[in-house]
Nanobody
Framework: QVQLVESGGGLVQPGGSLRLSCTAS????????MGWYRQAPGWQYDLVAS???????TYADSAKGRFTISRDNAKNTVYLQMNSLKPEDTAVYSC?????????????WGQGTQVTVSL
C-alpha cells in the first residue's frame, strides 16, 4: 500500500507562486506515474500535470509555461511549482499515484490541499 500526503497550499495573490509537495510512503517501489489533479467548486477533477518513473512529464494546456512538475526519488516526493498564478487556478489540488497492477490508471490519492488565488 502507498500513502500520499500533500502540503504547500495556501492563499496567494494573483501573479504569485506556490510549490506543492506530495510525499509518498509505504510500497513506494511500486509507483509508476504520479500526477497532480485539481477540482474547483462545481467543476470536475482535472489532471494538471503528471510525471512518470523516467521523468517524462505531461501538462494540461492551462498549466503549460506556468507550472512545473518534478520528482525527487531520494525523498519520495513529487513537487508542483506553480508560477504566475491566476484566480482561476483556485482549487483543491490532489496528488495521485499509479501504484499497483494493473497499471495505467491512478489508484492512490492524497487528501488534497487548498490553493486560493485572490487579492
Amino acid at each position: 500500500q502507498v500513502q500520499l500526503v500533500e502540503s504547500g497550499g495556501g492563499l496567494v495573490q494573483p501573479g504569485g507562486s506556490l510549490r506543492l509537495s506530495c510525499t509518498a510512503s509505504g510500497s513506494i517501489f511500486s509507483i509508476k506515474t504520479m500526477g497532480w489533479y485539481r477540482q474547483a467548486p462545481g467543476w470536475q477533477y482535472d489532471l494538471v500535470a503528471s510525471i512518470d518513473s523516467r521523468g517524462g512529464t505531461t501538462y494540461a494546456d492551462s498549466a503549460k509555461g506556468r507550472f512545473t512538475i518534478s520528482r525527487d526519488n531520494a525523498k519520495n516526493t513529487v513537487y508542483l511549482q506553480m508560477n504566475s498564478l491566476k484566480p482561476e487556478d483556485t482549487a483543491v489540488y490532489s496528488c495521485a499515484a499509479d501504484a499497483r497492477p494493473p497499471y495505467g490508471h491512478y489508484d492512490t490519492w492524497g487528501q488534497g490541499t487548498q490553493v486560493t488565488v485572490s487579492l
